[in-house]
C-alpha cells in the first residue's frame, strides 16, 4: 500500500520524499518593488521544517506590466537575484523541493494597479457588483502572446538559476493561460482560438520554451482546471484533451483544480454541502485523468482528514495530496500527519456578512495571507482574526499600489 511518507520518484529522476505537497497561495508577501521581502523567504523556512515533500510558492509574475496582487514578487530579470538565491536556499539541508508558480493574470489582474490589461480577446469580466474593478482587457496580437511565452520560459529559467528545483505553470483559475483555454474568454480567430486544440496551443508553447530554457531533466510541472464549472466555458472532456497533450509533451507533474474568478471553485464558492463533506473537491475528475494518463498527479482542494489522503492514495488514482489552506494554520502540516498528532485540518471560513464579497473569497483569501504573514514573521497563526481587518488589509494593499502602479 503506498503510504503518505513514502517516496515519489517523478519520471525525470528527481526524488520528492513524501506525498504532501503546499500548493501554491499567493502571499501578497513581496517588498514594493516586487522582490521577495525577508518575511516570505521566512515563511518557506518554517514550511520546509514542516517536511512536506514539495512546496510550490505563491504564484510569481512575469512581467511588472501585469500584477494580480499588489504585493506579488515579479521575476523578469536579474534584479532580485541575490535575494531570490536566499528564498531558493529556505529549503537547504531539509530534503524538500521548492518550485516557483509562474504566471500572468491577464484579464483578471484589478484596475486600480494595473494601467492596463490584456487577454486572448477583449472580453470583460462577469462578476456583477465587483466587475468594475477589472478593466475590459485588450486583445493580445501575436507577437504579444510569443512575447509572453518567452517571458514564462525567462522566468522559469532566472528561478532554476537561483536555486530553485523545478517550477509549476499556472494554467488554472481563469489567469492568461486559462483564459485561453476558454471559449468564454477567447473568441479567437487565429491559430490560437477555435478548437480545443488551437486553445492548447499558447501552454504548449509555454510548455515547449519553459523546457527549452530549463533544459532536460528540470521538473516542470502545470496547475490546470478539471472544468471552469461555467456554461459555455472550458469543459471536463477538454481538459482532459489538454492534460493528454501535455502528457505527450513529457510534462512532470499535472496538479488538478478548478474554477476561476467568476466561479470560484477552487476554494468552495457555491460547492454542494455533500462535496464538502467528501472532501477532495474535484475526486471525479482525476479518476477520468488516471486511466487517460501515465504522467504523475497531484489533487489539491478541500482535502482535510488524514483518512482521506490515506484512501486517495490508496485507490491510486493520485499521487500526491496537494493542501492549500491548511497550510497557513498548520505550518508543520506534514510532522503532524506523520506523528499523527492531528487528524484533521480544520479551516475556517471567515466572511464579514457581506454575501457578494464573502463568496468570491474576498475576505477568506486575505485572511490567509495574513495568517501566511504572521508565519513569516515569526508569530504564530491566529485563528480568531476578524475578516474584516483582512479585508481592510486588500484594499489597503490594493489602495497604496495605486499610487505607483506598474512602476
Ligand atoms: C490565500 C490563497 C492564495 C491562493 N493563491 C493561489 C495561487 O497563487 N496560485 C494557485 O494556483 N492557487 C492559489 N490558491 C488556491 C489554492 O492553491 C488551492 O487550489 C485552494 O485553496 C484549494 O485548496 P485547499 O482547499 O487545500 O485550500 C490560493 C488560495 C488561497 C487560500
Redesign the pocket.
Known amino acids: 500500500m503506498i503510504n503518505i511518507a513514502s517516496s515519489f520518484t517523478l519520471p525525470n529522476g528527481s526524488i520528492l520524499k513524501n506525498r504532501i505537497v503546499k500548493?501554491?497561495?499567493?502571499e501578497n508577501f513581496g517588498t514594493r518593488h516586487h522582490a521577495p521581502s525577508k518575511g516570505l523567504i521566512n515563511a518557506y523556512k518554517v514550511w520546509a521544517k514542516g517536511n512536506p515533500g514539495l512546496l510550490i510558492t505563491?504564484?510569481i509574475m512575469i512581467d511588472s506590466m501585469a500584477l494580480g496582487e499588489a504585493r506579488n514578487v515579479v521575476v523578469e530579470d536579474y534584479k532580485d537575484f541575490e535575494l531570490l538565491k536566499k528564498w531558493a536556499k529556505s529549503v537547504e539541508g531539509t530534503g524538500v523541493h521548492l518550485w516557483p508558480?509562474i504566471?500572468h493574470p491577464g484579464r483578471q489582474a484589478f484596475a486600480a494597479i494595473n494601467r492596463e490589461t490584456v487577454g486572448p480577446s477583449a472580453i470583460s469580466l462577469n462578476m456583477g457588483n465587483t466587475s468594475k474593478m477589472f478593466k475590459l482587457p485588450t486583445a493580445l496580437t501575436e507577437e504579444a502572446i510569443w512575447d509572453i511565452i518567452k517571458r514564462f520560459g525567462n522566468t522559469a529559467r532566472i528561478m532554476k538559476e537561483a536555486g530553485f528545483t523545478g517550477c509549476q505553470i499556472?494554467g488554472?483559475?481563469g489567469y492568461l493561460v486559462s483564459q485561453f483555454l476558454s471559449p468564454i474568454s477567447n473568441v479567437r480567430t487565429d491559430q490560437f482560438g477555435g478548437s480545443i486544440s488551437n486553445r492548447a496551443r499558447f501552454v504548449l508553447e509555454i510548455y515547449r520554451e519553459i523546457r527549452y530554457q530549463v533544459g532536460s531533466g528540470y521538473p516542470i510541472g502545470i496547475?490546470i482546471n478539471s472544468a471552469d464549472f461555467q456554461t459555455g466555458g472550458f469543459t471536463e472532456l477538454e481538459s482532459l484533451e489538454v492534460i493528454r497533450l501535455l502528457e505527450n509533451e513529457g510534462i512532470d507533474l499535472i496538479e488538478i483544480?478548478g474554477g476561476t474568478y467568476e466561479k470560484p471553485a477552487?476554494?468552495q464558492g457555491d460547492r454542494k454541502k455533500s462535496t464538502i463533506a467528501r472532501e477532495a473537491y474535484f475526486l471525479d475528475y482525476i479518476e477520468k485523468a488516471r486511466k487517460l494518463i501515465k504522467t504523475p498527479l497531484l489533487l489539491?482542494?478541500?482535502?482535510r482528514s488524514v483518512s482521506v489522503m490515506e484512501k486517495a492514495l490508496k485507490d491510486g488514482n493520485l499521487d500526491f495530496i496537494?493542501?492549500?489552506?491548511?497550510f497557513?494554520l498548520y505550518p508543520n502540516l506534514a510532522n503532524q500527519v506523520f506523528d499523527g498528532s492531528v487528524k484533521r485540518f480544520e479551516?475556517p471560513i471567515p466572511n464579514i456578512g457581506i454575501k457578494f464579497l464573502d463568496k468570491l473569497g474576498g475576505v477568506?483569501?486575505?485572511w490567509?495571507?495574513l495568517q501566511?504573514q504572521r508565519i513569516g514573521k515569526g508569530k504564530s497563526p491566529k485563528t480568531n482574526l476578524p475578516g474584516i481587518l483582512a479585508l481592510w488589509f486588500s484594499l489597503k494593499s490594493l489602495f497604496v499600489k495605486s499610487f505607483w502602479r506598474n512602476k
Open positions: 500548493s501554491a497561495m499567493s505563491g504564484n508558480q504566471n499556472h488554472a483559475h496547475k483544480s477552487m476554494i489539491t482542494g478541500g482535502i496537494g493542501l492549500a489552506r491548511p497557513c479551516t477568506e483569501l486575505p490567509y495571507e501566511i
